[in-house]
């Protein structure tokens, strides 16, 4: 194939996707405080992460444009696990605080496992609680990783009905491999999970209609592993000496896919969108009201 071979894949924009969805969150959240109702989003960093800061201001900005309370409680880096763990029960006991993030990582010192176990889990708006995990699991109502329900909004939008399309996903991890097998599950596509040790990788990739790659290498999927015509999920951010790069070989496979999501401005912007969705589904059921439509699985 040569450098002047045509794209052929149609790029899904992420970006605007996630415009659309904000804006529609804005106008729910206007009409749940005309019931005199505010969803409110609390997030929590602990430490100096450069990146988490990044993360942690830019959903704190966004929260607010859709009309949202926002709250950002910082400990050091040196906290005590306990001192985490009496904010997060604060927060929990809190009615105006519908959402509760912490940021990860957390400090070597600090149990992930037990911090986020601790939040209520109506109000773990990261859907990483293991009554979350385990309800999406067993088809039950639960907070969703917002990556996945990112993910799987494109298809949607994409594909329409998933239902008897071959699904792959190359990565394993309980933020986007697992939840994105049981969602795709959910909507009746066929799914094998796949990682970096799987030996027969390129053939299955060959086979799927779509490909949901979260494995964290860099430009690992290549072109000549894409089925001409497949819709190809691109979850992963590298930073290479060349910029941001995902765990697709985009210029390759944008020969082959049908449809592609970018790096960036794909996957990316979905996930705090649907952080925002996730805020105001987890309102809504605290208030007992419907689940905002299109916003869950």
């Given at each position: 194939?040569?450098?002047?071979?045509?794209?052929?894949?149609?790029?899904?924009?992420?970006?605007?996707?996630?415009?659309?969805?904000?804006?529609?969150?804005?106008?729910?959240?206007?009409?749940?405080?005309?019931?005199?109702?505010?969803?409110?989003?609390?997030?929590?960093?602990?430490?100096?992460?450069?990146?988490?800061?990044?993360?942690?201001?830019?959903?704190?900005?966004?929260?607010?444009?859709?009309?949202?309370?926002?709250?950002?409680?910082?400990?050091?880096?040196?906290?005590?696990?306990?001192?985490?763990?009496?904010?997060?029960?604060?927060?929990?006991?809190?009615?105006?605080?519908?959402?509760?993030?912490?940021?990860?990582?957390?400090?070597?010192?600090?149990?992930?496992?037990?911090?986020?176990?601790?939040?209520?889990?109506?109000?773990?708006?990261?859907?990483?609680?293991?009554?979350?995990?385990?309800?999406?699991?067993?088809?039950?109502?639960?907070?969703?990783?917002?990556?996945?329900?990112?993910?799987?909004?494109?298809?949607?939008?994409?594909?329409?009905?998933?239902?008897?399309?071959?699904?792959?996903?190359?990565?394993?991890?309980?933020?986007?491999?697992?939840?994105?097998?049981?969602?795709?599950?959910?909507?009746?596509?066929?799914?094998?999970v796949a990682h970096s040790r799987t030996t027969n990788l390129p053939e299955l990739c060959r086979q799927a209609d779509i490909v949901v790659a979260a494995v964290g290498r860099a430009q690992f999927v290549k072109g000549d592993w894409i089925k001409p015509g497949a819709t190809v999920i691109d979850v992963g951010i590298n930073r290479t000496d060349g910029g941001l790069v995902g765990d697709v070989d985009f210029d390759s496979a944008a020969h082959v896919a049908g449809a592609i999501t970018p790096v960036p401005g794909g996957v990316g912007p979905m996930?705090?969108?649907?952080?925002?969705?996730?805020?105001?589904?987890?309102?809504?059921?605290?208030?007992?009201?419907?689940?905002?439509?299109?916003?869950?699985?």
């Amino acid at each position: 194939m040569t450098a002047t071979t045509p794209m052929t894949a149609t790029p899904i924009d992420g970006k605007a996707f996630a415009a659309h969805l904000r804006a529609r969150i804005a106008t729910e959240v206007a009409a749940m405080k005309a019931r005199g109702i505010t969803p409110g989003l609390a997030v929590v960093l602990v430490g100096e992460d450069p990146a988490s800061q990044v993360y942690v201001r830019s959903k704190g900005r966004m929260t607010r444009e859709v009309g949202m309370n926002s709250w950002e409680h910082r400990l050091p880096t040196d906290a005590p696990q306990a001192d985490l763990l009496a904010l997060i029960d604060r927060l929990n006991a809190d009615p105006s605080v519908n959402g509760i993030l912490v940021q990860l990582p957390l400090p070597r010192h600090m149990d992930e496992s037990a911090v986020i176990n601790a939040i209520d889990p109506a109000k773990d708006v990261d859907g990483f609680h293991i009554l979350n995990v385990g309800r999406l699991a067993t088809g039950q109502k639960a907070m969703v990783p917002c990556t996945p329900l990112g993910c799987l909004m494109l298809l949607r939008d994409r594909l329409g009905d998933l239902g008897g399309k071959n699904a792959l996903v190359i990565g394993r991890s309980n933020i986007v491999g697992k939840p994105m097998a049981q969602l795709l599950l959910r909507d009746s596509a066929t799914v094998t999970v796949a990682h970096s040790r799987t030996t027969n990788l390129p053939e299955l990739c060959r086979q799927a209609d779509i490909v949901v790659a979260a494995v964290g290498r860099a430009q690992f999927v290549k072109g000549d592993w894409i089925k001409p015509g497949a819709t190809v999920i691109d979850v992963g951010i590298n930073r290479t000496d060349g910029g941001l790069v995902g765990d697709v070989d985009f210029d390759s496979a944008a020969h082959v896919a049908g449809a592609i999501t970018p790096v960036p401005g794909g996957v990316g912007p979905m996930t705090i969108a649907c952080l925002l969705a996730n805020t105001l589904t987890a309102t809504a059921r605290a208030n007992g009201l419907p689940d905002p439509e299109g916003l869950t699985p």
